[in-house]
């Protein structure tokens, strides 16, 4: 299952964005004005606060609603109009004078029908991801529901939603399978179950082993019927191989325990307090040092993901 | 396949045609802007009240194929009931339609970021005054309007907003378009100094331009036409676009409207030939102004103000009228309408030569419109409104009905210029490949006095010309340099449009020309008409960016993000 790898959910989703007609809103000197829905959905995506992740941002202070839930690692949302049209495709022009190709008539191009609005989230799934993302969305609902309205609301299907479950189920109805999912949140290698080219070897000589040695003991068999099932058991071998092989990877790539967001929250505070710990400890006494980090440690609480902490949403 | 295009993100102007919709009074303001974001606060005011292109309902439009003297083509369209635009009608008609545009200099003074300005078109970033020598300007730039001659630092024209409102009965503009002008001075004031109002438009430095569709009276009223100051219809066979209209609209208007393919069927154009960020008719998606949200839906457009000279005109036609009259031996009141047509490629009303090659012919024309009209046969109607459009040039190759060199086939030779024009090998023909790439949008209106019959009196008459297109350099540039100023595509040397071309006094030199042609095979004799004076000039202008609602928005907002 795709979607869920290293511990994380990675939810993409496609929203069709209703390209019909206006919509009618207050504009900035409070008179109604008319714009069309994409352009609704630009204007909602422009105005919502992202990460405080530069000094303008900062200074605004005000933070990504997705900041509000403590499971979300990252949002990302694109306006997909139509697919880029990069001219004609490629022919050889012996080839296409031979076809009698007209280079006038235009080629057909790909348009999609309505605008789209890709979605795309990681975060934390609770209980193995049994009830993801449902759950998560429903969370998010209750965590940001007037910005999720403004940015969806003129999306088809979205002015039939109502209430938290209501959302979750339009969204999933959008989703895709996330075919390649990535983020990086271990130290060391994780203990993965290897497989050998050995091992792989001696499954294959196992099978073809087996009518070998059965014709040494008992002589069943003519040549040419002892060649068909050596094929045959090679051939089965092969597919056992094939089937260990795309099992093993299909199995998610296991998660760092400790790669949850307030976990990656922690750490990334961790790591700020101790290099100043240390460059604050470089010219004192070594002797006072074990004081000072047990001092560090009752401050900072590395265990206590709680606090003191960095906050969400905050990229320092 | 044909994707709906986002009308509520196009500004209205590039779609519809004012002037012929209903809008016969227009205003035009230029402004500087000296503060960034007092500039950016002006037009986020000004956002709400832009006019889209979205589509509307007029319930007072009257009767289509009944309420014009002639027939029009989107009237078929309308008689049978079918949508012209495209998508659901939730919006009245406005009484006064707003639109924005900047010039290179605005959108820099409005902090929009390098990284953007840096992917505009060379000619856009020049500005018109520069491109004069290309344009045929520079004999002329010393008589432009002030407005124009003064268009840099503190005075350089940044942004253009135009209003275009209905009229009073009496001719007048509606009280609508005064409280706009109100609305927008009061804006401008509000401001405090970080948007200024230009003056310097005509004789009186006006601080805008006015403009109106020549009125015409009759027993019930005064009514707009679609005339210039030189009594000549205009405005047909503007091209038609991809998306720009329903499909049953498309249909009927991109015939003559639209390009012409090998088997001579037509079909509509590209619409990356007049929207940025859309497969042009080079089958691709030309650069444009990053993000493409900035440039997608947006265009550009050339604003010139071109003075028409009724009084030389007049004589000149008199003259010609006088010389062909005895010629050719027709009344002068005939040889008046012939020459006139002759030079423009359509009958004063608008009747093309290719469907009226003659005098006679015309009068049968008009004589069997008059019946259609009169009898309100809306099916004999229908055809008529093809026929204003509906043709091609393959049967006339030496011009002897329609004059190569006339103004019309200038502006759009259609199939002229296709290389196996004369082949008889069918399957060679190429249509109008030659002029897909070429073709502009035309707006504007006409300014100085709007009474049909006013007689020349020294007041300042013309037009305002407005050419949309999303290259104004392979566009509206090569059309004026090489299709208007020039003519060795039409195999007439250096001759110039004999309307809007320049015909400059030389000395020793031979004086500005036009060969109105006569079949070869035939009896009569060919006429030249000669020592044309300068019957057009322009009176100044700019490039504008006419950009989609998103991007002005992003300007208004400040926010492009051009990475």
């Known amino acids: ?316 | 396949m044909t994707a709906a295009l986002d009308l509520a993100d196009i500004q209205g102007g590039i779609l519809r045609a004012y002037g012929r919709q209903g809008f016969p009074k227009a205003r035009y303001f230029f402004f500087t802007v000296r503060d960034a974001a007092k500039g950016r606060v002006f037009v986020e005011a000004l956002r709400p009240r832009i006019t889209s292109a979205a589509r509307w309902k007029n319930p007072e439009r009257g009767e289509p194929l009944l309420r014009t003297r002639n027939p029009r083509v989107k009237d078929v369209v309308r008689a049978e009931g079918l949508p012209d635009y495209p998508g659901r009608v939730e919006l009245l008609k406005p009484k006064v339609a707003i639109n924005i545009g900047f010039t290179f200099t605005g959108l820099f003074a409005l902090g929009v970021p390098t990284r953007t300005l840096r992917a505009m078109p060379d000619e856009f970033i020049d500005g018109m005054e520069k491109r004069a020598a290309i344009l045929g300007d520079d004999r002329f730039l010393g008589t432009r309007d002030a407005i124009w001659r003064n268009s840099s630092d503190e005075k350089r024209v940044h942004i253009l907003v135009s209003l275009n409102g209905e009229m009073n009965p009496d001719g007048s503009p509606i009280a609508e378009l005064e409280e706009e002008t109100r609305a927008l001075r009061s804006l401008c004031a509000a401001s405090n100094g970080g948007v200024i109002l230009l003056s310097g438009h005509g004789a009186d430095q006006a601080d805008h331009q006015d403009l109106s569709a020549i009125l015409r009276r009759d027993a019930t009223g005064l009514w707009p036409t679609n005339k210039e100051h030189f009594h000549i219809s205009d405005g047909f066979g503007d091209p038609v676009f991809e998306g720009q209209f329903s499909g049953e609209a498309e249909r009927l208007r991109m015939i003559g409207g639209g390009k012409l393919l090998h088997d001579q069927s037509w079909a509509p154009l590209a619409t990356g030939e007049f929207l940025l960020g859309h497969p042009d008719e080079a089958q691709e998606i030309p650069g444009a102004a990053m993000p493409i949200e900035f440039s997608r839906n947006g265009t550009f457009m050339a604003y010139r103000k071109l003075d028409e000279n009724v009084g030389a005109f007049r004589d000149y036609i008199d003259d010609q009228a006088r010389r062909y009259a005895r010629f050719a031996g027709v009344p002068t009141d005939a040889a008046r309408e012939i020459v006139q047509a002759k030079l423009v490629g359509r009958w004063s009303d608008g009747v093309p030569l290719m469907e009226a090659p003659t005098f006679q012919k015309w009068q049968e024309f008009n004589a069997a419109l008059t019946a259609a009209t009169a009898a309100k046969d809306k099916a004999k109607l229908a055809e008529f409104a093809l026929r204003f459009t509906s043709f091609t040039y393959r049967s006339d190759p030496v011009g002897a009905r329609c004059p190569v060199t006339s103004h019309m086939r200038r502006a759009n030779p259609r199939d002229t210029l296709d290389p196996h024009y004369s082949s008889p090998d069918k399957k060679s023909w190429d249509g109008s490949a030659l002029v897909n790439r070429r073709r502009i949008l035309r707006r504007g209106l006409p300014y100085g006095p709007w009474d049909y019959d006013a007689q020349p009196d020294g007041q300042e008459r013309g037009i305002v010309f407005l050419a949309l297109c999303s290259s104004l350099f392979r566009q509206f540039e090569f059309v004026q340099q090489q299709w208007m100023q020039y003519g060795l595509d039409f195999n007439a040397g250096s001759d110039a449009c004999p309307v809007i071309g320049n015909h400059p006094p030389t000395e020793g030199g031979p004086p500005a020309k036009m060969m109105i042609v006569t079949d070869p095979a035939g009896q009569d004799l060919p006429f030249l008409c000669d020592r044309i004076p300068q019957l057009v000039e322009p009176r100044g202008g700019d490039y504008f960016f006419v950009p989609s609602m998103t991007a002005l928005r992003l300007i208004g907002m400040g926010i492009i993000d051009p990475t």
């Open chain 1, 1 to 316: 299952m795709p979607n869920i790898d290293a511990g994380h959910y990675f939810f993409s989703a496609i929203v069709p964005v209703c390209n019909e007609g206006t919509i009618e809103h207050p504009g900035v000197d409070g008179k109604p004005i008319r714009s069309s829905p994409i352009h609704m959905v630009r204007e909602a995506l422009e105005t919502l606060p992202t990460a405080l992740q530069s000094h303008a941002t900062e200074a605004i202070g005000i933070a990504s609603p997705f900041a509000r839930s403590l499971r979300t690692h990252f949002a990302r949302f694109v306006v997909l109009d139509q697919p880029f049209f990069n001219g004609r495709a490629y022919g050889d022009a012996i080839v296409g004078t031979i076809r009698g190709t007209d280079l006038l008539a235009a080629e057909p191009d790909d348009r999609l029908s309505c605008p789209y609005l890709l979605v795309m989230i990681d975060f934390d799934p609770r209980d193995g991801g049994k009830d993801e993302p449902r759950a998560y969305f429903e969370e998010l609902w209750g965590l940001m529901e007037p910005e999720l309205r403004a940015v969806f609301g003129y999306c088809y299907g979205f002015p039939g939603v109502s209430g938290a479950t209501g959302f979750a189920e339009w969204l999933i109805s959008c989703q895709l399978d996330t075919t390649m999912p990535f983020n990086d949140y271990w130290i060391d290698p994780p203990n993965l179950p290897s497989l050998s080219a050995a091992g792989l070897v001696a499954i294959l000589a196992g099978f073809v082993a087996v009518p070998i040695l059965a014709q040494l003991r008992y002589h069943f068999w003519h040549g040419p019927v002892l060649i068909l099932l050596v094929l045959l058991a090679l051939l089965v071998g092969v597919a056992a191989d094939y089937l260990l092989v795309m099992g093993r990877g299909a199995r998610p790539f296991p998660g760092n325990p400790r790669a949850t967001l307030p976990h990656i929250l922690k750490s990334l505070y961790l790591q700020r307090a101790f290099a100043r710990f240390v460059t604050d400890q470089q010219d004192r006494d070594p002797a006072t040092w074990g004081a000072a980090f047990r001092d560090f440690l009752k401050t900072h609480r590395p265990e206590d993901l709680t606090g003191p902490t960095q906050p969400p949403g905050v990229i320092r």
